[in-house]
Structures are given as structure tokens and as C-alpha cells.
């Protein structure tokens, strides 16, 4: 199984915005994200909200991805919406596989078949 990278632009979801919001020690960057405009769930056991995600994937990306990301809804939202307004919802981000490089991969050069001249013996394995 491959790992994948995905990269998400939550300001393309509905009436999202980056705002300064003042602490009592601090003040931070923060996002806001308007629950119910964007079909949010809101956990019933532990109170997480979440965000549902639908990945289709990509044929010939000249970036190397191999799906988008777009929101998946609830059937209640789905239902609500028109086929003109599902087909408009935006692409909220990317997937692509993570490309990890073996140190040791064949470089293409030839290989010796011993190269310490058969003496093995001061190897640390």
C-alpha cells in the first residue's frame, strides 16, 4: 500500500475566513469555518467536527496527482441541492503519492561482484 500527501484549501469551503483572534495570552491566525454552511458533522460521543471527503481520481495530471479532493455531503444535503449546485462545488485539494528515494537504488552503474576482494570479516554485521 502506498502513504499519500493531500493538501486541503479550507477557504474554499462556504464563508470561510482567516481572522486575529485575541486570547488572554496570545493572539493567533485562525480559521473560521461556519458549521452549518458546510454540512459539517458534528460528533455525537466526543464532539469532533468533521469534514467529509470524497477523492476521484485524476487521469493525466501534469503534476503527478492521482486524485482531487472534492466534499462529500450527507444525503439530507445532497437531496437539498441541485444537480447544477452539486456539479459546482469547488475541488478543495489534491492527492498524490508520497515518493520515498532508497539510498541504495541502482544508480545504473555496474555492480562489482565483491569489492572488498572476498575479505568479509571486519563487516559489522
Known amino acids: 500500500m502506498s502513504n499519500f500527501q493531500i493538501s486541503i484549501d479550507l477557504r474554499k469551503l462556504k464563508n470561510s475566513f482567516v ?49 482531487y479532493v472534492k466534499q462529500s455531503f450527507t444525503k439530507a444535503a445532497r437531496d437539498a441541492m441541485t444537480d447544477e449546485e452539486y456539479k459546482a462545488q469547488p475541488i478543495l485539494g489534491n492527492v498524490k503519492p508520497i515518493e520515498r528515494r532508497d539510498p541504495y537504488q541502482n544508480t545504473g552503474e555496474p555492480i562489482e561482484a565483491d569489492p572488498f576482494g572476498g575479505e568479509s570479516d571486519d563487516l559489522p554485521f
Open 19 to 67: 481572522r486575529e483572534i485575541r486570547g488572554r495570552a496570545a493572539t493567533k491566525r485562525c480559521i473560521v469555518i461556519p458549521i452549518d454552511d458546510n454540512d459539517l458533522v458534528i460528533g455525537e460521543k466526543k464532539g469532533g467536527v468533521y469534514l467529509n471527503l470524497a477523492a476521484w481520481e485524476t487521469p493525466n495530471s501534469q503534476y503527478g496527482h492521482t486524485h
